[in-house]
């Protein structure tokens, strides 16, 4: 049997670019007279924007260190052995590009025991084990702590989680077995599970102190300090640690079915890592850790070599590293200085929007509309959602004046915009309209003022073709609300030059959106593909299949939501308009469902009623449908929708209207949620074969999102 030693030289030569984790260990004697303390400093020697994580050298460095205090604490040359991080960060878990390298069964199982071999020595040394969460951890940083005595937590710390699951796996080196033994099955089902299929919500220190994983809650500031203070008074005895009895009976087993709901509901079964950490949480009910540590290494190597985590690991890069360094953009030099802005219109996408530009950028943001009242009520709508910030703790009351200061609103378009270097109009979505708005704006604004749209699926360029300088004029679509989705599609309009578009993409970043630049083509890239997928959906239901069938079959896919409550949450008459403009570019394919128009002349806001507290087809929509007589299964239905999808897809990238696959996907997952684990949309794909058998190949290269061959 090979020896973690053996198991860590084998993975690191299949990892050669492994950024290295050192922990270096340093001797100092505690106050109180509590002894001499060895402390164990993880540090990858990169400031805090490169986190510090474990890849198989990593762990062979933190395994030699381990080697040292272990000797020294066996001679009673320390009383104590402490694990701390550098600045800012503790350490953030598994490097995830080593993952992505690896191709056998064996050598995904040798990351889970060399994981777990190094870690629980920690529980097993002569002397108390303490770690300090200083900054961030995640994933491994959160579970090398668990296997220490006692944990401190700083108050500071911004991001604490276990995203595995998010991303395809599980909480592999000793998270689902040791965290429900630390702090009940309940809890550590909200943290494993809840919190990662929540987008990867992450906990703050005082809540990690309150869950009862940190035994003890210290400042930012002194935090070390503190702890070692605190490790002394714990050492001499002074300090006990009292834990919460953990409760073993049926409590475990109902928190394992809440986890199993939680799971139902977001991933529909679609995928594994939710079940498979769920079944390593139950069986840790007996208190068996090495039972525990034995299915976690099995669950690791499984998800590990299976495609969706490959799929997790991809979705995770797209929004991490490419939606930081857009396809396409232009050099940033380019950019021209922003310090007011003025948005046309005065209803809520136009008021969602001035917040956000006031907060983020903390410029003069000003509305206009057509009467006072609008006005009033926009800025109105502002003001009430800056204090709804003060009152929830996120801004002080200095803030919140600066940010009510700078939101104002002016009927004369010429006095609120005659110094606005970026006017963004949020008007009805209507060509003629649009064009009348930017022609009274451009009147009045200066030479180099960037004109903006927040269409959703009209032409900028033949916005722009009405205007003495089309080359300021740019696409910049948001996604609704606007405080919650990322993505911002950045259209270039055939006559858009690098400076106007170069200035768009410095104003996301300031925004802290997700750019994608986008060609100039009917409704951009997602709502051309939700409005293939929906409209297919429609297609099924009007010739004749049942709406509960259209609506099941797609939910092995997972989806946030079905596709008519999704609809419902556009807006019926959003999705008709958008259903209208791309069956008129593209009538061989989009249609306009005449079911869909009766709804939205009917004034129905969408198919379904809640008056038993889920979604149950309303009888007056009912009423309204016309169906024929072609019946499809599930299978049928779901084949169709995406088989549609493939092909528009397809067409979309041949048409260039972005740079590569990996665009169309980091738009689906950042502007639609669409789930981590499908890799956004082009690697599920190319999995179920799709993607082959209706474009004659594959998104991505296979590796890119799948395992290697």
């Given at each position: 049997m090979s020896t973690t030693a053996e198991l860590l030289k084998g993975a690191a030569e299949l990892f050669p670019d492994e950024v290295v984790t050192q922990a270096h260990v340093r001797h100092f004697d505690l106050p109180f007279g509590a002894g001499r303390f060895a402390l164990i400093t993880l540090d990858n020697g990169?400031?805090?924007?490169?986190?510090?994580?474990?890849?198989?050298?990593?762990?062979?460095?933190?395994?030699?260190?381990?080697?040292?205090?272990?000797?020294?604490?066996?001679?009673?040359?320390?009383?104590?052995?402490?694990?701390?991080?550098?600045?800012?960060?503790?350490?953030?878990?598994?490097?995830?590009?080593?993952?992505?390298?690896?191709?056998?069964?064996?050598?995904?199982?040798?990351?889970?025991?060399?994981?777990?071999?190094?870690?629980?020595?920690?529980?097993?040394?002569?002397?108390?084990?303490?770690?300090?969460?200083?900054?961030?951890?995640?994933?491994?940083?959160?579970?090398?702590?668990?296997?220490?005595?006692?944990?401190?937590?700083?108050?500071?710390?911004?991001?604490?989680?276990?995203?595995?699951?998010?991303?395809g796996l599980v909480p592999g080196w000793g998270g689902c077995t040791l965290l429900p033994n630390l702090i009940g099955a309940d809890r550590a089902v909200s943290v494993i599970i809840e919190n990662s299929l929540n987008q990867n919500r992450q906990l703050k220190g005082v809540q990690v102190f309150e869950l009862g994983i940190a035994d003890a809650l210290f400042d930012g500031a002194d935090f070390l300090e503190q702890s070692l203070i605190w490790t002394a008074r714990v050492l001499k005895g002074d300090v006990q640690v009292d834990r919460a009895e953990i409760d073993r009976g049926e409590a475990w087993d109902q928190a394992v079915e809440r986890g199993r709901f939680i799971a139902d509901s977001k991933v529909h079964g679609a995928a594994p890592a939710a079940y498979r950490a769920?079944?390593?949480?139950?069986?840790?009910?007996?208190?068996?850790?090495?039972?525990?540590?034995?299915?976690?290494?099995?669950?690791?190597?499984?998800?590990?070599?299976?495609?969706?985590?490959?799929?997790?690991?991809?979705?995770?890069?797209?929004?991490?590293?490419?939606a930081k360094r857009p396809a396409g953009a232009p050099d940033r030099s380019l950019a021209r200085p922003v310090t007011k802005v003025g948005v046309v219109g005065a209803g809520l996408m136009a008021s969602q929007l001035a917040l956000l530009f006031a907060r983020r950028l903390e410029v003069q943001v000003v509305l206009t509309d057509i009467d006072q009242e609008r006005i009033d009520k926009g800025v109105g709508y502002v003001h009430g959602e800056i204090d709804k910030l003060l009152a929830k703790g996120r801004i002080g009351n200095d803030k919140a004046n600066r940010l009510k200061a700078a939101v104002t609103g002016s009927l004369d378009k010429a006095a609120a915009f005659g110094d606005a270097d970026f006017v963004i109009e949020a008007v009805f979505e209507e060509m003629g309209v649009k064009q009348q708005v930017f022609a009274e704006v451009e009147a009045v604004v200066p030479a180099h003022t960037i004109l903006a749209t927040n269409t959703s699926s009209l032409s900028v360029t033949e916005m722009a073709s009405k205007l003495k300088h089309p080359e300021r004029v740019v696409g910049f679509h948001f996604f609704n609300p606007v405080a919650i989705l990322p993505l911002l599609e950045i259209v270039r309009g055939e006559k858009t030059d690098d400076a106007s578009l170069a200035t768009a993409f410095a104003v996301?970043?300031?925004?802290?959106?997700?750019?994608?630049?986008?060609?100039?083509?009917?409704?951009?890239?997602?709502?051309?593909?939700?409005?293939?997928?929906?409209?297919?959906?429609?297609?099924?239901?009007?010739?004749?299949?049942?709406?509960?069938?259209?609506?099941?079959?797609?939910?092995?896919?997972?989806?946030?939501?079905s596709p008519l409550v999704l609809l419902e949450l556009v807006g019926p008459a959003i999705g008709l308009h958008v259903s209208e403009t791309l069956a008129g570019a593209f009538p061989d394919r989009f249609k306009v469902s005449p079911n869909l128009a009766a709804v939205v002349k009917a004034g129905?806001?969408?198919?379904?009623?809640?008056?038993?507290?889920?979604?149950?087809?309303?009888?007056?929509?009912?009423?309204?449908?016309?169906q024929g007589d072609s019946v499809l299964t599930e299978e049928q239905v779901r084949a169709r929708v995406l088989e549609a999808v493939a092909q528009?897809?397809?067409?979309?990238?041949?048409?260039?209207?972005?740079?590569?696959?990996?665009?169309?996907?980091?738009?689906?997952?950042?502007?639609?949620?669409?789930?981590?684990?499908?890799?956004?949309?082009?690697?599920?794909?190319?999995?179920?074969?799709?993607?082959?058998?209706?474009?004659?190949?594959?998104?991505l290269p296979r590796g890119v999102a799948s395992v290697p061959a």
């Open positions: 990169l400031d805090h924007t490169k986190p510090t994580t474990f890849g198989p050298q990593s762990l062979a460095n933190l395994a030699a260190a381990i080697d040292q205090v272990e000797k020294e604490a066996a001679e009673g040359s320390i009383t104590g052995i402490g694990l701390t991080g550098k600045p800012f960060i503790f350490a953030v878990g598994a490097d995830l590009k080593g993952v992505e390298l690896l191709k056998k069964h064996e050598d995904a199982l040798a990351i889970g025991k060399g994981g777990h071999d190094v870690f629980k020595r920690l529980a097993s040394l002569a002397v108390p084990t303490f770690a300090y969460y200083n900054g961030a951890a995640m994933g491994g940083g959160v579970e090398v702590g668990l296997h220490c005595t006692y944990r401190t937590v700083s108050r500071a710390i911004p991001a604490f989680s276990l995203p595995e699951v998010f991303l769920l079944d390593i949480i139950a069986a840790a009910k007996n208190g068996d850790l090495r039972q525990g540590f034995d299915a976690e290494d099995q669950a690791l190597a499984d998800l590990i070599m299976g495609d969706e985590l490959r799929s997790g690991i991809y979705s995770f890069n797209l929004v991490q590293k490419r996301a970043k300031k925004l802290k959106k997700s750019a994608v630049l986008v060609k100039d083509a009917p409704a951009f890239v997602v709502n051309r593909i939700l409005t293939r997928f929906m409209g297919e959906i429609q297609n099924v239901i009007d010739e004749g299949t049942p709406v509960a069938v259209a609506e099941k079959a797609v939910e092995p896919l997972g989806l946030p939501m129905k806001r969408g198919f379904y009623v809640y008056d038993s507290g889920k979604p149950e087809l309303d009888p007056e929509v009912a009423a309204l449908l016309v528009e897809i397809g067409i979309m990238l041949d048409e260039g209207v972005v740079a590569e696959a990996q665009d169309i996907d980091l738009c689906l997952i950042t502007g639609a949620g669409w789930p981590f684990h499908l890799g956004g949309i082009t690697p599920y794909l190319d999995r179920v074969g799709i993607a082959e058998k209706v474009n004659g190949k594959r998104f």
